[in-house]
């Protein structure tokens, strides 16, 4: 079976007016990297987990994304981050949310999953378990970057990072489905500017913004976090593919073009099933994305 993989940067107010040159082109050559460190994983015979992770470990370490080092700030110019991994295979699932040391917060979501009998760490506790398992840590200075103080210091209220009237970028996913059938998800984001802390979105929540299952697809989403959590995107998608029986294309516009608008929300999703099918639907101005499948070349785009 053909492997495939997809990732994210985010989705939102990408106005073509508003992304520079330079920024455009930082974006697609992370998600380049991205693609090719999960393709990495995949063409050797890797598992899917280990895909998406090693995908969304390059973007979390890029700053011009939403997630880990470039992260918005909270009011209080703090940062918290969430991230959730889920295996296809067995549907285990780990999540961390409001953590602030992990320099890499998939990682310890995957380790929630791997290491603890929980499925969602959060806040303080989350910080502690990083370090009593020994994963990489960061101070704040890791992660705040010059334009994010900029852009706290410029908000009128909670702010999408997409909507920012200057460059954008935000938070990041990734999906994959090796040559075994199995399929994976992780996603990873700092949330929104201003939010007030403790505020959690759909990244880290089970069936929202992370999904998987080797019997439907893997879901990774990106945008409005309340309206995902609320109508369940992921698992809607997934829903739709095994009680409806709608493929995954089908399933995927359904939700993100129909359903997700009518609760006002706006963003959109990358998935994959079990047979290497992508989908990437979105219902704002664009979403950063790109996948690469078996025997083909990566494709990026934004709009």
């Keep these: 079976m053909a492997y495939a993989l997809a990732v994210h940067g985010g989705a939102g107010l990408i106005r073509a007016d508003s992304l520079s040159p330079a920024r455009e082109a930082a974006c697609r050559e992370a998600l380049v990297r991205a693609l090719a460190a999960g393709e990495a994983v995949l063409r050797r015979g890797g598992a899917a987990l280990d895909a998406v992770t090693a995908a969304v470990v390059v973007l979390e370490d890029d700053p011009v994304f939403n997630a880990g080092r470039g992260a918005v ?67 704040r200075a890791w992660f705040v970057t010059p334009e994010r103080e900029a852009q706290l210091a410029a908000a009128t209220g909670v702010t999408l990072d997409h909507d920012a009237k200057a460059d954008v970028y935000g938070t990041v996913g990734a999906v994959a489905a090796d040559r075994d059938g199995h399929v994976a998800a992780a996603t990873s984001t700092g949330g929104m500017t201003g939010q007030r802390p403790g505020r959690v979105g759909d990244t880290p929540v089970i069936g929202a913004g992370t999904w998987a299952w080797d019997r439907t697809c893997a879901v990774s989403g990106t945008g409005h976090g309340e309206p995902f959590v609320r109508l369940g995107v992921g698992q809607r998608i997934s829903a739709l593919c095994e009680l409806a029986g709608l493929d995954l294309a089908a399933a995927a516009e359904r939700v993100i073009r129909e359903e997700l608008p009518g609760l006002e929300g706006r963003g959109g999703v990358i998935a994959v099933d079990g047979q290497g099918n992508v989908a990437m639907p979105f219902n704002t101005a664009g979403m950063f994305r790109g996948s690469v499948r078996e025997g083909e070349a ?3 785009a934004i709009w």
């Design 73 to 139: 700030l909270c009011a209080d110019g703090s940062v918290e981050l969430d991230a959730a991994v889920m295996d296809g295979r067995t549907r285990a699932a780990g999540a961390v949310a409001a953590a602030k040391t992990p320099r890499n917060p998939v990682m310890l979501a995957r380790a929630v999953m791997e290491r603890t009998p929980h499925v969602l760490v959060v806040g303080a506790g989350a910080d502690v378990l990083a370090a009593e398992l020994g994963l990489s840590l960061a101070a």
């Design 298 to 300: 990566p494709v990026v």
